[in-house]
């Protein structure tokens, strides 16, 4: 997608190693992190300056072919990366696909391109859900910076911007990371219309008729339907329930778990609680709102029963 009007993926091939778009940068700095090695990426995804489920799953297959390639065993690569981060799925599956590789720079670049080409097809399908004058709820950044390219909840969106439809999106903020930023900086790069609201305001709009659909994306989908992301998306899905205003998920097939295991929530660092990121004097900055006790559950779980529909590489379904 674009970033200052050329056409970037978040992860890119370069010479021997991969460079990916700082996302801990944005929205206020534009920086690429050139990653070389196994801890390299670890430390990216960890820290992350890479983050959203399917482009964490996608950097972690180059950071076990950088590893491969500095003499790490294929255990040790897999063991470290499964560490960074416990809630997106797609990192487990990435690790198993590139196992069973051949040639794992070759799976690796698969991998990218697969997931490039399948939130494509995500906004194509979604594209039935969209129409003139729409304005769109999202949560959290499912877009393309969360991905290698397109993103999943915000495909559906540049699909439809592209199609000449007038489309306004109400941005959440998405504390304490902001990662709504994030989606109102991409957004912005597309030129399409868009309104960053506080976290709370969802259900008032909705209340107003001001929102005609939810749609987020997913770091883990069960194949009961149920669904893990953003902490803060069950209670937009409680209030679109309460409103009838429908609720899309846009689950990308490397974001389905049809195990049984529990959904495991990754609790962050309270500082993300206990700050703000913004600017001071010009400079990027983190600012201290609160020294009290502070909890940080990153991720909630919307049962099926509030999701209206998946919007998949495949098309729209009820079900998963
Ligand atoms: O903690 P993050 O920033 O990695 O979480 C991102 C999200 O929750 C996204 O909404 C999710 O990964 C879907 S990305 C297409």
């Not at 056409?7 to 050139?34: N, S």
């Not at 069960?222 to 953003?230: I, L, P, S, W």
């Not at 429908?246 to 049809?258: C, G, H, L």
Request: hydrophobic share 45%.
């Amino acid at each position: 997608m674009k970033v200052a009007g050329i056409w970037r993926r978040t992860i890119e091939r370069e010479g021997d190693h991969v460079i990916v778009l700082d996302q801990a940068a944005l929205p206020f700095e534009v920086t690429w992190l050139a990653l070389r090695t196994l801890d390299d990426v670890a430390r990216a995804i960890r820290d992350m300056h890479v983050r959203g489920a399917p482009l964490i799953g996608a950097a972690a297959a180059w950071g076990v072919a950088l590893a491969l390639r500095e003499g790490h065993t294929i255990d040790h690569a897999c063991r470290v990366l499964a560490a960074t981060r416990p809630t997106a799925v797609n990192l487990r599956w990435a690790l198993e696909r590139m196992r069973g590789a051949r040639d794992a720079e070759a799976e690796a670049q698969a991998i990218c391109d697969e997931d490039a080409a399948g939130c494509e097809a995500i906004g194509r399908a979604g594209l039935r859900l969209m129409r003139d004058g729409i304005n769109v709820l999202t949560h959290c950044n499912a877009g393309w910076l969360a991905t290698v390219d397109w993103g999943t909840a915000l495909a559906p969106i540049y699909a439809a911007h592209e199609a000449g439809m007038r489309v306004h999106v109400w941005v959440d903020e998405t504390r304490p990371r902001n990662q709504g930023l994030l989606t109102a900086w991409e957004l912005a790069q597309h030129g399409v219309p868009h309104t960053v609201i506080a976290d709370n305001a969802g259900g008032h709009l909705m209340q107003q008729g001001k929102v005609d659909l939810c749609i987020v994306g997913t770091d883990r989908t069960r194949g009961n339907g149920d669904v893990a992301n953003k902490i803060g998306t069950y209670l937009k899905a409680l209030a679109a329930h309460d409103n009838n205003v429908p609720f899309y998920v846009a689950v990308p097939a490397s974001s389905i778990d049809r195990s049984d295991a529990p959904f495991e929530i990754e609790e962050r660092s309270a500082d993300e609680m206990r700050t703000v990121a913004g600017v001071v004097a010009g400079k990027p900055a983190r600012v201290r709102v609160t020294d009290s006790p502070v909890a940080n559950p990153a991720f909630d779980v919307t049962p099926a029963r509030l999701v209206t529909g998946y919007i998949t590489e495949t098309g729209v379904r009820t079900a998963i």
